[in-house]
């Protein structure tokens, strides 16, 4: 069964700075795709960034990357001029090629310290 | 505003009790998802609709039941509630479930809380 593990509870950034949240994961498959949402205190859930398996690029979204590690299966996200907005309970998930659940890891909480 | 509506925003009732949770997904999409948020279990995938017909189940109680409707809104049923069904439970919806990928939109969710 596929698994996706962070680390990091939680974890704390100075404004302006940058931060990298953790996550490894754990499939068989060959054809997948990556995500990290984020969570704000609004609840409402934000597809920051998604990363597609067969790509070796690592993708990126204005101040979000991430570093994909295919035979590692680790996918960090890393955030860069952290803002006060940026302050948010962090997900990273997987979904198969073959349907369309996404698992998730049990979040990673962020600081924004200004 | 992803375009998903969820209601009702928050809802609170007694163990042992039924209560219905709506979703109406973004226009144009077919498949319907619900997820379940909670301190003990994280956030998981419970169920999935496509175009009416159920298309893939997580780990979803058999005491929960979904449905979609010609529509397309879908409702999600929870009886004999416990203390346990405490959560936040999440609608999406994306255009298609065919291979590939299609972005999920995810609703604002709905707050249950069972005393």
């Known amino acids: 069964a596929q698994t996706v593990t962070q680390s990091q509870p939680e974890m704390s950034v100075q404004e302006a700075e940058t931060v990298t949240l953790s996550c490894t994961y754990d499939t068989s498959e060959s054809d997948y795709y990556l995500f990290w949402y984020k969570q704000p205190p609004s609840r409402q859930m934000i597809l920051v960034i998604r990363?597609?398996?067969?790509?070796?690029q690592n993708a990126t979204e204005n101040r979000f990357s991430v570093n994909f590690q295919k035979a590692a299966k680790s996918f960090s996200l890393k955030i860069s001029d952290s803002q006060l907005g940026d302050a948010a309970m962090y997900f990273c998930a997987y979904r198969t090629g073959r349907d369309d659940k996404i698992i998730f890891g049990k979040g990673t909480r962020l600081h924004i310290l200004p | 505003d992803s375009g998903v509506t969820q209601t009702p925003k928050h809802l609170i009732t007694a163990t042992g009790q039924r209560v219905t949770l709506r979703c109406s997904p973004r226009?144009?999409?077919?498949?319907v998802y619900w997820y379940q948020q909670s301190l003990d279990q994280g956030l998981q995938f419970l169920i999935q609709?496509?175009?009416?017909?159920?298309?893939a189940k997580g780990n979803i109680l058999e005491r929960f039941s979904a449905q979609q409707f010609p529509d397309l809104h879908s409702e999600l049923n929870l009886s004999s509630l416990e203390l346990g069904d405490s959560a936040l439970y999440f609608c999406a919806s994306s255009v298609s479930s065919d291979r590939g990928y299609y972005e999920q939109y995810f609703g604002p969710g709905t707050r249950l809380t069972v005393t």
């Open positions: 990363q597609e398996a067969y790509k070796q």
């Open positions: 226009s144009g999409d077919l498949s």
């Open positions: 609709y496509y175009n009416g017909e159920e298309r």
